[in-house]
C-alpha cells in the first residue's frame, strides 16, 4: 500500500474535515502518499486531485463542511462514467480508496470496487445516522445540538404567543434526528416516518396537552407523511379553530457549523483505523463504531439492511450495474 485516495461524497456534514485530517496524518505516518480527490464521484470523472501534505490538514479539525469538496454525479451511476473514474486512479497508481460519505456514496463505492476490484473503506458521513452498522454517523452528533439549539429559540416566541409550533428537521425516510432532538428539547410530540402519523390523534392530543400551557412544540422528520412540517400544519390547523398553528423548516443549518467534540473524536479514530485496515489488506469494509469501540461490517450490508420505499437498494445497485 504506497498511495491512498480519499474522497467525500454525497452529502456534507460535520466531522468529514476531522476525518480527513485522521487520514492524511495516519498515512504519512506510515509512510504512505495521501492523495485527495475533489468533489467527490464527479471529481474523479473529471480527473481532479492531488497528493496532500500536512499543511493541507492544518487547523481544519473544528472547521464544518468539507475542504475536498462533494458533490452528486449523475454521470458515475453509468458503467461509462465509472470507466472514467477507474481510468483516472489507474493513472495515478491508486492502490486503496477510502470514501467518506452515506449510502448513495457506499453503493457507488461498492460498484467501483467491484469494477475496478481495488481495496475500498467506506466512512459513515452524514447527519441523518442512517447508516447499518454503526450507532452514530459522522455529523450526526453535532446536528443534533444545532436542532435542540433552534427548538430552544424558537420555545420562546411560541411561548410569549401562547402558540403550537411544529418543527421540521432533517433525516431524509430516517426519524433518529427528530426523535432525538424531541427528547433532548423536551418536545410535546414527535412525528417520525417510521410510524403512520394519525392526524385526529394528533389533534386530540394538541388539545390535551395546550391546556394551561405557553406553547406547544412538536418535531417533524422531513420524511413524515410525504410533507413534513407545512403538510401537517395544514392538516391539523382546521380542526384546531382558535389555536395559534406555525411551522419552521430548519434547514441546511443542520448541516453546517464546528462539529462537537464527539464528531471530532469520532470522525478522527475512524479515519485513522480505515489506513491501518487498507494496509492489513482490508477491503470492501465500513468503519462504525458500537458503544466506544470502533467495528467493522461489509459495505454491502451497510447498504443492503437498510430498505428504501419502493426500490430496494439491492434492486438499485442491480439498475446501476448495467445503465
Do not use: W
Not at 492502490?95 to 467506506?122: K, W, Y
Not at 441523518?128 to 450507532?135: A, E, K, L, V
Not at 426519524?175 to 394528533?202: M, Q, R, W, Y
Request: glycine share 12%.
Amino acid at each position: 500500500m504506497k498511495k491512498i485516495a480519499l474522497m467525500t461524497s454525497g452529502g456534507d456534514s460535520p466531522g468529514m474535515n476531522a476525518c480527513i485530517r485522521a487520514i492524511v496524518k495516519t498515512a504519512i505516518h506510515h509512510n504512505v502518499v495521501p492523495f485527495g480527490i475533489y468533489d467527490g464521484f464527479q471529481g474523479m470523472i473529471e480527473k481532479r486531485g492531488s497528493v496532500m501534505n500536512y499543511q493541507d490538514v492544518d487547523n481544519i479539525i473544528y472547521r464544518g463542511g468539507t475542504i475536498l469538496g462533494t458533490a452528486r454525479s449523475e454521470e458515475f451511476r453509468s458503467v461509462e462514467g465509472r470507466k472514467k473514474a477507474i481510468e483516472y486512479l489507474k493513472e495515478q497508481e491508486i492502490d486503496g480508496l477510502v470514501v467518506i460519505g452515506g449510502d448513495g456514496s457506499f453503493m457507488g463505492a461498492h460498484l467501483l470496487g467491484q469494477e475496478m476490484d481495488i481495496p475500498i473503506i467506506g466512512l459513515p458521513g452524514t447527519i441523518d445516522n442512517d447508516i447499518y452498522g454503526t450507532d452514530h454517523t459522522i455529523g450526526f452528533d453535532t446536528a443534533l445540538n444545532t436542532v435542540v439549539e433552534a427548538i430552544d429559540k424558537i420555545r420562546d416566541t411560541a411561548s410569549s404567543h401562547h402558540r403550537v409550533f411544529f418543527i421540521e428537521v432533517m433525516g431524509r425516510n430516517a426519524g433518529f434526528i427528530a426523535l432525538n432532538s424531541a427528547i433532548a428539547s423536551g418536545a410535546e410530540s414527535v412525528l417520525i416516518p417510521e410510524e403512520v402519523t394519525d392526524v385526529e390523534k394528533l389533534v386530540s392530543q394538541i388539545k390535551t396537552q395546550n391546556k394551561g400551557r405557553r406553547s406547544t412544540i412538536i418535531v417533524v422528520a422531513e420524511g413524515d407523511d410525504k410533507g413534513g412540517a407545512k403538510d401537517i400544519t395544514e392538516k391539523v390547523t382546521p380542526h384546531l379553530p382558535g389555536y395559534n398553528v406555525r411551522y419552521s423548516i430548519l434547514g441546511h443549518i443542520q448541516r453546517g457549523g464546528s462539529p462537537s467534540a464527539i464528531d471530532r473524536i469520532i470522525a478522527t479514530r475512524m479515519g485513522a483505523h480505515s489506513v491501518e485496515l487498507l494496509m492489513k489488506g482490508e477491503s470492501n469494509l465500513m468503519v462504525g463504531v458500537y458503544g466506544d469501540k470502533l467495528s467493522t461490517c461489509s459495505i454491502f450490508d451497510s447498504i443492503n439492511k437498510n430498505a428504501v420505499p419502493e426500490l430496494t437498494k439491492l434492486d438499485l445497485l442491480e439498475k446501476l450495474r448495467t445503465q
